[in-house]
């Protein structure tokens, strides 16, 4: 019987959230969801998707899988479509997922949808939900045939627990020539300490209104004082004042925390798109007609370099 499956990604040996979000998405809308686990020492992590409503977890633990290479993932997908019949092959955003995702569909010449922010069933058919121009519409999409290959926005949903547990079969890849001849030869991982932008409760983000790099340490100690992670807009990222990896926005991620605290950002269109589901938005800005304003719970009309500094000290007063 035709099937779903997510293909779930690591860190290490943790399940990585938005996969997991995915997954339990699948579950949600029912019929049979499996998932594909792929890297090298990966098995013991294959149970854990059960509690996120895998029914199967197809397990490739192999040492040429190591590397986040997407080609010989795309051979282990497109092995497990063939096999098993899946109708529907769902992947989160991410650098790999986003490659996997566009040569399986090349592979297996299926239809690809992206960007998307959810997906429904309406009159038995499964519809994406793809926000368009400049997120100002949200289209409903869908596939002309099957395999339907679909790539869900960062931060599209929370990973749903629902308790199961997944039976666990592990598979031997057969890996193209062609598949295995990229080679990785260098990997940075970037130290963070504190959550990162996508899971934490409360992001302080920071815009060009903080007038230099240096002035991030009046984000990053509010941010420290408040137990959160610190973000940033396309402005500051381009000019080299913060690291991509924090941008939040509609070239940047999504994010949805309690608490989204704005230091000096306008409030452009493509910077609310990636901030707009905050639970709580609070906007520090000098210009009252600043447009964040209009999307904001709490708004202060100030310098930011004399209210951060304060407001941290307070926070500290508070949680000490
Ligand atoms: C295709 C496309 C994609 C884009 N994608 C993204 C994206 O993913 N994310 C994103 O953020 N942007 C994105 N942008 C850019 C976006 O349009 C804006 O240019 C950008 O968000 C502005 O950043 P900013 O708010 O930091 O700067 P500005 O717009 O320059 O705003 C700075 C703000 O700081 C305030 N300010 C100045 N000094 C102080 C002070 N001392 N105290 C308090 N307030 C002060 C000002 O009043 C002003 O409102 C994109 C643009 C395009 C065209």
Redo the contacts with the bound molecule.
Sequence with gaps: MPGTLVFLEHHGDELLKPSLAVLSKAAQLGGDVSAALLGSGVESLAAGAGAYGAGTVYVADDPRLEAPLPQPRVDVLAQLVGEHGFDTVLFASSILGADVAAALAARLDAGLNWQLTDLVEQDGQLVGKQPAL?DSVVCDVGWTSTPRLALFRAGAFDPAETGGEARVERIEPQLEDFSTQAEMVEQAHEEQSGPSIEDADVIVA??????SPEAFSLAEELAKALGGAVA??????DAGWYPYAA??????KTVSPKLYVA?????????K??MQSSQVIVA????PN???FEYSDLGVV????Q?VPKLTELVRERRS
Excluded: C, E, M, Y
């Excluded at 920071?206 to 007038?211: D, E, N, V």
């Excluded at 940033?232 to 990222?237: E, I, K, N, Y």
């Excluded at 230091?263 to 493509?270: F, K, M, R, V």
């Excluded at 520090?284 to 210009?287: L, M, P, R, Y």
């Design positions: 400049s920071g815009g060009r209104g903080l007038g940033a807009t396309r402005a500051v990222v941008q939040v926005g509609q070239t940047g230091l000096g950002i306008s409030g452009a269109i493509q910077h798109v990636g520090i800005n000098k210009d600043a447009p964040i100030g310098d930011l370099h209210i």
